[in-house]
T-cell receptor, first 112, second 118 residues
């Protein structure tokens, strides 16, 4: 069966510091991978998605970036965090364009 | 553009009551997919169901049932005999196709907080 991992689970960072969140998927190959952010108020916003190694599509321009160095690894980064980057970050995976997306446990980020 | 509306922000029921969560969607695609997810306090989104736009058959899974009606663009979710463990935020989501550029994107509603009390 497939599992998706995210770490860290919780992170408190000062404004202006860098960020690296990691997501890995087990039990499948060549998945589509997604980063979502859930701000206070519950709305979920797609940030990035990737259909293969090195292929990243950005949905929302911002100071975040994503990379996919390996088939089942997806990384969300920032060079300098803003207060507005605080939120709950969820990674998800799926297989085909019509596929269901399965979500990881999430990372809670607080920028102070 | 795609849009999903969950007009009920919060619903409170007493255990064993039935409850229906509403979901209304908008899309120009003729082929699309609808989803329901559950988000318990731990935060992880748990997949509940997926429906294809060409399959309007209602579905029942244990205490859960879903009513998909294309004529009213609705995909409502009913929990029968609710339990305290059903307390969570429930999200309806839509994935469209080429027309709306939604091939890879899930558009979520704002969620409905369900509280089931003893």
């Amino acid at each position: 069966s497939q599992t998706i991992h995210q770490w860290p689970a919780t992170l408190v960072q000062p404004v202006g510091s860098p960020l690296s969140l990691e997501c890995t998927v087990e039990g499948t190959s060549n998945p589509n991978l997604y980063w979502y952010r859930q701000a206070a108020g519950r709305g979920l916003q797609l940030l990035f998605y990737s259909v293969g190694i090195g292929q990243i599509s950005s949905e929302v321009p911002q100071n975040l970036s994503a990379s996919r160095p390996q088939d089942r690894q997806f990384i969300l980064s920032s060079k300098k965090l803003l207060l507005s980057d605080s939120g709950f970050y969820l990674c998800a995976w799926g297989r085909e364009l019509q596929e269901t997306q399965y979500f990881g446990p999430g990372t809670r980020l607080l920028v102070l | 553009a795609q849009k999903v509306t969950q007009a009920q922000t919060e619903i409170s029921v007493v255990e064993k009551e039935d409850v229906t969560l509403d979901c209304v969607y908008e899309t120009r695609d003729t082929t699309y997919y609808l989803f329901w997810y559950k988000q318990p306090p731990s935060g992880e989104l748990v997949f509940l169901i997926r429906r294809n736009s060409f399959d309007e058959q209602n579905e029942i899974s244990g205490r859960y049932s879903w009513n998909f009606q294309k004529s009213t663009s609705s995909f409502n979710f009913t929990i029968t005999a609710s339990q305290v463990v059903d307390s969570a935020v429930y999200f309806c989501a839509l994935k469209g196709g080429v027309l709306t550029g939604g091939g890879n994107k899930l558009t979520f509603g704002t969620g409905t907080q369900l509280k089931v009390e003893l």
